[in-house]
């Protein structure tokens, strides 16, 4: 992105938006490749789990993207 005269923060934001679709594609080739059946607890520990997980990754990236600056 840099050599196409992106400045920084274009450049990193382009790089972690480029990511997520393959950790997408990546966690649903497993759970679809993995023989486990979940109880409804489980998905729901599974949904509480990416919402946190969303949420802290978003503050780090932002963290990030002002430490670029």
Known sequence: SLF???NKT???EFSF???VPTMIAATGY???KT???FTSYEILVLCIGV???FISAFI???IFIKLLI
Do not use: E, G
């Open 35 to 37: 023989p486990v059946s």
């Open 4 to 6: 196409n005269k992106f």
């Open 30 to 32: 497993d759970l679809y």
């Open 51 to 53: 919402i946190v997980a």
């Open 60 to 62: 780090a990236v932002k």
């Open 10 to 12: 274009q450049a990193t």
């Open 17 to 19: 938006l480029l990511a």
